[in-house]
């Protein structure tokens, strides 16, 4: 059973409060997930899935994994177009579900590896380099049965599911790009992330958002391409691997597990407060910052849901200023950080994958120069459950928890008054089970399997069979 904080910390009315505030995300999730599954069916922009059991509309969250990423039901996977059963090659079945996100996805990460048989980062980089041209040989393919709507369910989750991998890569390359203190190459990944992000904004939202006609999916291919198939991107990413090479690289310099890797998460954020804040600071500059660790590709794919007027007053950087990396054993305190920026006369949004005990708000707050409009946090998801466990990291006694849990949340709700889309995924569920072994591997399973970090958890279990493969290989070679 998890441990929970002592009395003196959290008392009763604490307890009823967190519970309040989980329950408020819940909901506000199964609003959101309502209002999409009739918003898409009544735009009559794709095919929606069969109806389930006597007749009921099937949720779009139905089909979102856990996690991130897509699924479908395994008695749909002969649905998928032939292109998507090339690309993901590598998809997973789970439950009955076929995930469209396979190992490979994350396989650049250290995370996804016992600790005693992860490869080097030049070794995990070859995985993203290897993969890249297959992006620009695809786009085409995978895009062709959507040239006339309304667009085939499984055909349209092929396609967001193929540019977030592509975008991944992209944010795992611009990740250590900034380790390798290259601004050229930086700016280059940088904008490469922002085509791609709003070819994603628009197949994910604009597409049954924007008026008929607006959006163009004949042309997704086409775009898609110009930016998968440009030799200057792939020549940098040869580059970032010769360097990681060369400066013989940390293990933290390449990684491809985000929590704020969630798209869904990313829409309803858009959609829950950014309406707010053009009504509250019109024709104001804006300057939208991501976390890099957990949330990189959350402001390009802003601007792909903007309005021109909107998008032609917005900045948009990347920060790193996440305080719990090293804690999480993720990344070393040694990695790149983000100087200050400049902000004078600017609205400055603070993206971030997660919120608990807001230091990494607070030291991003300390890097600002100048004078901002004003300053909001943002945040994909809250972690509430950390703060039955951890209440000690906040403050020590329970007037100073109490006093975290109210400024925490009057922070959050700043913005259109409404909590993160999402809990999370951190601390939820904690739980232990038997050891299937007594080999190092298993041992290792087994404690991811019960540990906090419950994103790893449902991936190593996802994913069990690979991570065997690759440790077993591992230990062969």
Do not use: K
Not at 164 to 191: I, K
Not at 353 to 365: A, E, L, N, P, Q
Not at 411 to 437: C, F, H, M, N
Not at 451 to 475: C, N, T, V
């Amino acid at each position: 059973m998890p441990v929970t904080a002592t009395p003196r910390l959290l008392g009763p009315q604490d307890y009823q409060r967190l519970h309040a505030l989980a329950r408020e995300i819940a909901a506000d999730a199964a609003r959101t997930a309502e209002r999409w599954t009739a918003g898409l069916r009544a735009s009559g922009t794709v095919t929606p899935p069969a109806d389930g059991a006597g007749g009921v509309a099937v949720s779009v969250a139905d089909h979102l994994a856990p996690g991130g990423g897509f699924r479908l039901p395994a008695t749909s996977e002969a649905s998928l177009p032939p292109a998507a059963c090339a690309f993901f090659h590598d998809r997973v079945t789970r439950d009955g579900w076929v995930y469209l996100r396979g190992f490979g996805y994350y396989a650049a990460d250290t995370a996804m590896y016992p600790p005693e048989c992860v490869p080097s980062a030049p070794a995990r980089w070859r995985l993203v380099e290897r993969r890249w041209p297959t992006y620009g040989q695809s786009a085409e393919a995978l895009a062709a049965p959507l040239s006339a709507a309304p667009l085939p369910f499984p055909a349209w989750l092929s396609w967001l599911a193929f540019l977030e991998a592509a975008v991944n890569d992209l944010c795992a390359a611009r990740w250590a790009a900034a380790h390798l203190s290259d601004p050229g190459r930086e700016a280059r990944l940088d904008r490469a992330i922002q085509v791609l992000c709003a070819l994603l904004a628009d197949a994910a939202w604009n597409l049954w958002h924007a008026p008929p006609g607006a959006v163009r999916p004949d042309t997704w291919g086409a775009r898609a391409r110009t930016v998968l198939g440009d030799p200057v991107t792939a020549r940098d990413l040869r580059d970032i691997g010769a360097e990681l090479v060369r400066v013989r690289a940390p293990a933290s310099m390449v990684r491809a597990l985000r929590e704020g890797d969630v798209l869904w998460q990313v829409l309803a954020a858009f959609e829950t407060r950014w309406p707010h804040l053009a009504r509250i600071h019109p024709r104001q500059r804006v300057l939208l910052v991501s976390e890099a660790f957990g949330a990189m590709a959350a402001g390009p794919l802003w601007a792909g849901m903007m309005a021109a007027d909107d998008l032609s007053r917005t900045e948009f950087a990347a920060s790193r200023h996440s305080f719990h990396e090293e804690a999480m054993q993720r990344v070393s305190s040694r990695a790149w950080q983000t100087g200050e920026l400049a902000v004078d006369g600017q609205v400055v949004v603070h993206l971030d994958d997660s919120v608990f005990t807001g230091r990494t708000h607070r030291t991003f707050r300390a890097g600002l120069r100048g004078d901002p409009v004003a300053v909001y946090l943002v945040a994909l998801s809250m972690n509430v459950t950390s703060l039955f466990v951890h209440a000690d990291e906040v403050a020590s006694d329970a007037a100073g928890v109490q006093r975290h849990q109210r400024d925490l949340e009057r922070e959050i709700r700043r913005l259109g008054g409404v909590l993160p889309p999402a809990a999370s995924l951190w601390a939820r569920r904690q739980r232990t089970g038997p050891v299937d072994g007594d080999a190092p591997l298993d041992r290792a399973l087994a404690q991811v399997r019960g540990g906090p970090d419950r994103l790893l958890a449902l991936l190593w279990e996802r994913y069990a069979p690979q991570i065997r493969a690759h440790a077993q290989g591992a230990g062969a070679g």
